[in-house]
């Protein structure tokens, strides 16, 4: 319904919805939820304007080798004319009519690219889904890349508080490198580009951890069989010594958790330093949201954070240099010029909030 409710508030002409973990943690037992959701949208009342549609849910877990649980789907007004999308294989943009839809394995389909990181990515941790999934359309006679990421997580908090950057972040930093490279290169003719999903990005948590406990006193509890730190715990010097913070591998409780929702936590940005590496080649409109994950999952707390991982900027959509300059700022045929938040911020959506990016394009009609 909040999806619905935010098509409906912002008029889209052309919807691009990208998911991560389809089917989620228990993706066996879920999946044909999952395919039931999203039959729920393309069929949806909401969606009747849009008589066009692509979609693609890879959904074959059997197949774990080139698995990445990625759903990417494209929603065409019927107001919205000429619009093409690519053929990887002939290496051409053909016209786009009707519902296509494809839930497999999705090697075969010309239409989309599809990669699992390779295992060399990460040696030491367990594989996992993470990959990407590109389509190329041509819009208003403007050819642009969409692309749905979901890059690695933080396994440990323990491990991330360990150095800065953390070994998560390099290797969130090299794969999202491997993805950039691999949408610009001259296999196909490089393109203005958007990605957007779950990057996984997270605070640089040595020097927020070292910011939150500047006024405490720091404990490291270690494992008495071996030197490994097993927690980390932060009592305040005074006010009867309560515990500000408490840090385990699956566990990051602060006791003033509203810091990250007060002002949509923009003392906190200072710390999110990993798109910032990238900034000679893909930017972001500012943040004005609160971080989007992790969310608790009952329903009765849609704003609370679970005490799981710190919260996180994760959800983001970042777009090349060359598609920042086709964005029109200033649309005259709509009260909304630009706008970068969060779906259903005050109710619950699972433990991330989506993310959306709305816009007007340039025409660029000859």
Not at 8 to 34: I, T
Not at 134 to 139: A, D, N, V
Not at 194 to 203: A, E, I, K, P, Y
Request: proline share 4%; charged share 25%.
């Amino acid at each position: 319904k909040e999806l619905y409710k935010t098509i409906h508030k912002y008029r889209p002409r052309f919807v691009a919805l990208h998911f991560q973990e389809v089917g989620g943690k228990d993706y066996m037992a879920n999946m044909g939820y999952a395919e039931n959701f999203f039959r729920s949208i393309e069929t949806s009342e909401e969606m009747r304007d849009f008589d066009r549609a692509c979609i693609y849910v890879d959904n074959r877990f059997q197949v774990e080798d080139s698995f990445t649980a990625l759903g990417s789907m494209y929603f065409i007004h019927k107001t919205l004319k000429n619009i093409l999308q690519y053929d990887f294989n002939v290496k051409d943009f053909r016209p786009v009519s009707g519902q296509n839809k494809y839930m497999d394995i999705l090697d075969g389909v010309a239409t989309v690219e599809k990669e699992k990181f390779p295992k060399n990515f990460w040696p030491d941790f367990k594989w996992s889904r993470k990959g990407f999934m590109r389509t190329r359309w041509i819009i208003h006679n403007q050819g642009l890349d969409l692309v749905n990421i979901h890059l690695f997580h933080d396994a440990s908090n323990l491990i991330a508080c360990t150095s800065s950057p953390s070994i998560y972040s390099a290797n969130r930093k090299n794969a999202l490198r491997y993805v950039i490279n691999r949408i610009s290169d001259n296999q196909h003719t490089p393109m203005p580009f958007f990605l957007f999903g779950d990057f996984n990005f997270r605070l640089d948590a040595l020097s927020l951890v070292q910011h939150l406990s500047t006024s405490a006193e720091v404990q490291t509890v270690k494992k008495d069989s071996s030197n490994e730190v097993q927690k980390i715990i932060c009592e305040e010097k005074d006010n009867d010594h309560k515990v500000l913070l408490h840090i385990e591998e699956k566990l990051f409780t602060y006791l003033h958790q509203a810091v990250f929702r007060e002002d949509n936590g923009r003392a906190l940005l200072t710390y999110d330093k990993e798109v910032s590496e990238f900034h000679d080649i893909i930017r972001e409109e500012d943040i004005k949201f609160p971080p989007s994950y992790p969310y608790s999952e009952d329903y009765t707390k849609p704003t609370q954070y679970m005490n799981t991982r710190c919260p996180a900027w994760c959800d983001r959509v970042l777009m090349s240099h060359s598609l920042h300059i086709l964005i029109l700022f200033q649309n005259e045929d709509s009260e909304h010029s630009l706008v970068y938040n969060t779906v259903g911020p005050n109710v619950c959506m699972g433990d991330h909030k989506p993310v959306f990016l709305f816009f007007a394009l340039k025409t660029n009609d000859h």
